[in-house]
């Protein structure tokens, strides 16, 4: 608990919290919102067409796309860890914040196996299996991201999960 | 109106639950329309956009989502009435850009040479300017949609936009 007392003691942290600037809390939930909605959003739309190529798209193309990705998790990360910091106490204490985070977490690892998969989907001799793994990796992240995604709004509501 | 009020206040997990759901159609929504207006922007060329254009109906469904869980959230909130959410500047500039995104998609649906043009498989061409400026605006706007539905809480806050 001291670590946490620490966490949110610190200038930035304060600053998140209190401040009634726009820039403060408003802001880096605002990005946190818009980073999921490209994260998250992009990552969707890449599965849902894995998912619905018939017949098959080029997939290798879209690995452009991923740039995108990886920047908008950057700017989850950084905003994430800034609004964590400044209710450290209040979150680090819910078991649904850490089921969220585990999920994040598996989720970028299925994001970077897609990733490789559609990198690699060139160069496969076997197309069909090739296809089928990436439809495999496209359900997980699918599956992955929306447990993260249930659990990230619910930690708004812990009572709901743990009593009044 | 009255009935579903009660209704939101009898079950305490149903406004979260409307939460969720807001955020996966939003996902759906951005991901999805984001990604052809990243291809139409020049993004990933190799991949037709014929291929994408199958995304357009998750893209309906992402938004029919948001707007009835919207609805939930202004006509059900236990703690205020309609006409408090319809006043707020912040709301009323999200609706605005809604609109204008609507308008956006339609204009590049039923009044683009460009959206018959692409339909082709194969059809790789680069997008003229005009076509650009509809893909940018589209952007601009649902991201901003995003953003400004964040801010709602913090109600009216642009006032504090130079207070550091």
């Known amino acids: 608990m001291e670590v946490l007392n620490f966490l949110e003691s610190t200038a930035v942290a304060t600053w998140v919290r209190e401040s009634l600037s726009l820039w403060a809390f408003p802001t880096m939930i605002a990005l946190h919102a818009i980073g999921m909605a490209v994260l998250v959003g992009l990552n969707v739309a890449i599965c849902l067409l894995l998912l619905s190529s018939k017949p098959r798209a080029p997939m290798a193309s879209v690995q452009t796309f991923f740039w995108f990705i990886w920047l908008a998790l950057a700017v989850n990360v950084v905003s994430g860890t800034l609004l964590l910091m400044a209710n450290a106490t209040e979150l680090l204490v819910l078991p649904v914040f850490y089921i969220k985070i585990l999920f994040v977490i598996l989720s970028v690892i299925v994001l970077l196996k897609l990733q490789q998969g559609v990198a690699t989907e060139v160069n496969y001799a076997d197309a069909d299996l090739s296809q089928k793994r990436l439809r495999i990796l496209s359900v997980m992240c699918l599956s992955t991201w929306m447990i993260a995604l249930v659990a990230g709004r619910l930690t708004a509501y812990p009572m709901l999960l743990f009593g009044h | ?164």
């Open chain 2, 1 to 164: 109106m009255q009935a579903l009020t009660t209704l939101v206040g009898h079950y305490d997990w149903l406004w979260p639950l409307c939460e969720i759901i807001h955020f996966m159609g939003l996902i759906l929504l951005v991901g999805t329309v984001g990604l052809i207006d990243l291809r139409v922007l020049g993004i990933a060329r190799q991949l037709p956009l014929v291929f994408l254009y199958r995304l357009v109906p998750w893209a309906i469904f992402g938004f029919i989502l948001c707007l009835l869980t919207g609805l939930v959230f202004i006509l059900g909130d236990p703690f205020k009435t309609p006409m408090d959410t319809l006043t707020k500047l912040t709301f009323q500039i999200k609706m605005l850009f809604v609109a204008v995104g609507l308008i956006n998609a339609l204009i590049f649906e039923y009044y683009s040479d460009f959206r018959q043009l692409s339909q082709v498989e194969g059809f790789n061409d680069e997008a003229p300017k005009k076509i650009k400026i509809i893909a940018g605006t589209s952007l601009f706007v649902w991201l901003s949609v995003v953003y400004l539905g964040r801010m709602l809480p913090y109600g009216d806050s642009f006032y504090f936009i130079f207070y550091w």
